[in-house]
């Protein structure tokens, strides 16, 4: 009998140790890619604006600058077809987003963050615009027609809220907590911006502020 117990003991144990191997490498065999290590801010880059990006328990947290234009930090790398999950969390007062696809360009004399961007913001007492999609100095403003943003409350405000977006050919999806917001395709966008980088914006607030957003979990599956 103590053999037959030590027998399944180890069996036991060998079976919890590849399940903890397995779950570590859960993300990657399932053909997912983690942008942030929860540590650095390796792989992403600064541009335009002053905010800050400082990484914070396994968070990153962006905050605004006094007389700062939009500022992003963006990804390293450029992605075409492509679904991202993340979380995130913003303060009620500020407006935020995140770029897909994007690039840069001359405006003013100086480089611009520019390509479709998910609307992040507070939902308010009447519902708010987010995850529509606006075209960031694309001078296009929406892409998602007034008649399809309907204000909704699906954003929980002062809380985390999980974002899933679809980028493939010129069709996007976006849900928030599981619910599907948008579903576009726009042709245009797509023959302006068939790639680009990632950004996460924190919007300029003039003379307020300081408010902040701040991000998690940011996770990638490259589609065909």
């Known amino acids: ?112 963050v520019n390509g479709p961007q998910v609307e992040i913001e507070a939902s308010g007492g009447k519902g708010a615009e987010s995850g529509y999609i606006y075209g960031e100095a694309t001078g296009r403003g929406w892409l998602v027609p007034r008649s399809k943003r309907t204000p909704h409350k699906h954003f929980k405000d002062g809380e985390w809220n999980h974002y899933r977006i679809v980028a493939k050919g010129a069709h996007f999806q976006t849900w928030i907590n599981g619910k599907l917001v948008c579903d576009l395709t726009d042709e245009a966008i797509y023959k302006t911006h068939p790639k680009g980088f990632f950004g996460l914006q924190v919007h300029s607030v003039g003379n307020g502020g300081p408010f902040s957003v701040a991000w998690k979990n940011i996770k990638l599956k490259e589609l065909k």
């Not at 117990?5 to 140790?17: G, H, I, K, M, P």
């Not at 328990?57 to 963006?74: M, R, V, Y």
């Open 1 to 112: 009998m103590k053999k037959i117990l030590s027998l399944l003991s180890v069996v036991a144990l060998t079976s919890l140790v590849q399940a903890d191997h397995h779950g570590e490498k859960s993300v990657q065999s399932e053909g997912w890619t983690n942008l942030f290590d929860g540590k650095t801010l390796n792989g992403w880059n600064q541009k335009d604006g002053t905010a800050t990006y400082v990484v914070k328990d396994g968070t990153i947290i962006g905050t605004t600058a006094k007389g700062s234009p939009n500022s992003f930090l963006c990804s390293n790398k450029e992605y075409a077809n492509f679904e991202i999950q993340f979380d995130v969390k913003v303060d009620n007062a500020l407006n935020s987003g995140i770029q897909i696809r994007s690039s840069e360009k001359k405006a003013d004399g100086k480089k611009r």
